[in-house]
């Protein structure tokens, strides 16, 4: 048995989190990052109001179908953890005297956070964290953010109800920041000691995070009524009123982000009259180019809606940042210790798996359970009972050489004979007659109308090759949707698609007036497979066998390895 298959009988698994945003302008986002390459291998969404004016999502019942849709879309295995991103409700700093304890900061904190109108009617959470490097005399600078208990609690029983777990809950502004890093698209402004701001706008306005590296020294938000100014107007309001604020906040960069579709990033960092160098990046329909490279699974007007949130709610622990904010643990306070039940990404060898420090106690004193017992009860019971069992261990010792001898002479015996295992050939020709079948079968149920495949292929090994045209690109996607979802163990992949020409001449000039077809190739062979070298003469004469002979070699198999060809194809 490998260490996977220990790991998931312990319950943690080689199992992935799963990770969602609710962002205002998209809805509700469900992404896998492949941290490695840094691009994303799937995403989906579904679109989901939000309540600007409340901070809250606005119909939990929505909520918990576009869960259900987006989890069975991408084949989410039931009983994961959720880790979701929510937009951010607030966030603020304060000073406080460095002896206050936890218990008196967090009541401080909840008497500061319910002067806000939203928290004059829900109770907060609020998690909160010293401020790097603040510290003067007596006080010390705390960051605080917080979000109703009553919107966590909904979708913790939304998540429950569904027969997921709430891992973890993050806000926008600490996702935009991971996922700026883990993109390089601030590596610049992120390096130790440089200062820059990073300025947002939503509709309800914009703010201005002030940083030095990778540390947040202070955070302003400017309330700016976005919808009732009309053209240019709101660019001439936001550079006004931000000009005079950026001066108390001097530094080497400005990092524009706009997450409206009322607000372009690139004509406000054109009309901002500020020293220092200007970058921007549209989170919104403005947006010309994705964030990260994007799987061919993923349609293009689909990979235009991925957001900033969902990419650094993505990222976990791939991105170290100093200040971060947990919404889940039984104990609000400072999160410099993380929640004991969040999952923590663990990587050994080749082998990755999610486990909680609390799960990992309790697997640590299994261990030592399942060591120490059998250890003491030998050490204590072989002594009191060796004099009455000695001579039956030694009848047992004799007995057993004796068998261990007679074993190895029949062992011996059958290695002379050589003989056939006729049931695991059987069985061996029974399960690749199995894995064809299935092949056959998928591929008869998911060709289109308008599709045809030219050339099938299903291997020994399970390897499959399978090639065709269709008069359109989407019904080439649907086909290998499909004939991913019919075999699902078998890692297909879109390795070509092109359009159709018989010469260099066509493939340079399209006629618009005549009809394009499409020639692709789905595979799960590697390119070596795909691509075999010339053999030579010798080998090519030593395969025109007689009937008779590759008889033999296929051992009463129901399916050999020819391909088909031209399945489905029809005359016009």
Known sequence: MDLNNILSQLGMGQKESVYLSV????????????????????????PLEYNEAVREIANMEEFKNAISELFAELGVPAKS?????????????????????DDG?????????????????????????????????DTRKLFYSAIQKNVIEDVKNALTELGYTLAGVEMSLTSILKALAFSGLAEEQMKENVSWNLMLISQNGYSICSLIGKNIIDYYEEPLAIKSFEGDEIYNAISASAQITLMSYPANYLYIVSETDMVSAELLANRLPVEGNVSFLENNSFKKQDVLPVSLEVLEETAHKISLEAIGIAVGNAVSMPIKFSFTSSKVGDVSSDDPDAPVHVVLG????????????????????????????????????QKSKQAQLDDVNSRLEQTNAEIKKIQDAQNKTNDFDVNAEIK???????????????????????????YFVAKDDGKIDIKGEAKNVEDIYLFFRNMKDSLINTQLRLHKLQMKSDNVDDAVSVDPTKPTDYEFEITNMTASELNPPAENDNANQEQQQPQEEETKQNKGGLLNNKPLLNFGKQGN
């Open 428 to 454: 061996k020709v029974l399960g690749n007659n199995r894995s064809k079948l299935m092949a056959y079968t998928a591929l008869g149920e998911s060709v289109p109308k308008n599709l045809w495949v030219t």
């Open 81 to 101: 953890s959720v880790v979701l991103n929510l937009p951010m409700v607030l966030f603020g700093s304060t000073t406080l005297p460095l002896l206050l304890g």
């Open 23 to 46: 962002t205002p302008g998209v809805g509700l986002e469900l992404i896998q990052l492949d941290i490695a390459s840094r691009s994303v291998k799937n995403y989906a969404f579904r």
């Open 350 to 385: 080749s082998t990755e798996f999610d486990i909680s420090p609390n799960m990992a106690t309790r697997v640590a004193a299994l261990i030592a359970a399942i060591v120490l017992v059998p250890t003491l009860a030998a050490f204590v019971g072989i002594p009191m009972i």
């Open 105 to 137: 900061v967090t009541e401080a904190l909840t008497s500061e956070v319910e002067q806000s109108y939203i928290f004059k009617r829900y109770e907060p959470v609020i998690s909160w964290t010293d401020a790097t490097g603040t510290q003067s005399g």
